[in-house]
């Protein structure tokens, strides 16, 4: 129970003030807040897969664009030249796209989620059917402030439907749909991200949390367990 404290406060030489002060002991469970700090470790380490991987994709199209003006040099015809322009122009658009993905992901890693947001919608200009950068740009949008849960699943539909084998968007749907409280949905999703990797521990470990919010705890031990013998350790 509170307990009230009466404090007289001298305001002036006339008046006073009389203060009540409270003292309240919660508790708190940070089970969540463990579960959204494991989270984001797992996104930032994605993170910088996905800055090495596109590192890799740049100097890759450097080596298609230097081939590309070789086979135009060579070409015999208009109708062949013009092929060869478009194709290049095509790897510089991929070229400046995989440059704004690497930069919003560094503005994701360092917690700048709404710049980050703005250079994933400038990558999405560019390659209007990247699945990476709609499912990255989902991820900024669940974990910036004020949450954007409902952009957040819009952008992992879009993910999903450009590529349906894209486990990661599925697993990041489904812990947006328990941060609303669908957990049906949410184990749907889960069930997906495992079918499709099943050596995730995040996707056991996430599905255990949604089970036991249903309250069964026989399938959400048993996911926990899962989740330890893949190596989660939260």
């Not at 402030?145 to 450009?162: S, T, V, Y």
Request: hydrophobic share 35%; with cysteine.
């Amino acid at each position: 129970m509170p307990k009230f404290i009466r404090e007289i406060v001298n305001h002036s030489d006339e008046t006073s003030i009389i203060v009540w002060k409270v003292n309240v002991d919660v508790q708190v469970n940070d089970s969540e807040i463990q579960s959204w700090l494991k989270r984001d470790d797992k996104e930032k380490s994605t993170i910088i897969s996905q800055t090495h991987e596109a590192l890799k994709a740049s100097d890759e199209n450097d080596k298609k664009i230097e081939d590309l003006r070789e086979k135009y040099n060579r070409a015999m015809s208009q109708a062949e030249r013009d092929s060869i322009i478009k194709q290049m122009n095509d790897a510089d658009r991929d070229f400046l796209a995989n440059q704004k993905l690497e930069e919003a992901n560094k503005l994701y890693y360092v917690e700048d989620y709404q710049g980050a947001i703005k250079i994933y919608n400038e990558a999405i200009k560019l390659k209007p059917n990247w699945d990476l950068a709609y499912n990255n740009r989902g991820l900024a949008y669940g974990v910036s402030f004020p949450f954007q849960f409902e952009r957040a699943i819009q952008d992992f539909n879009k993910a999903i439907e450009l590529n349906t084998n894209f486990a990661t968007a599925y697993h990041n749907r489904g812990f947006t749909y328990s941060d609303l409280g669908q957990y049906e949905r949410a184990i749907k999703d889960f069930n997906k991200a495992i079918e499709l990797n099943p050596n995730n521990s995040y996707s056991y470990y996430n599905r255990g949390k949604c089970y036991q919010a249903l309250g069964d705890e026989e399938k959400a031990q048993a996911d926990f367990a899962k989740a330890k013998e893949l190596g989660y350790n939260g």
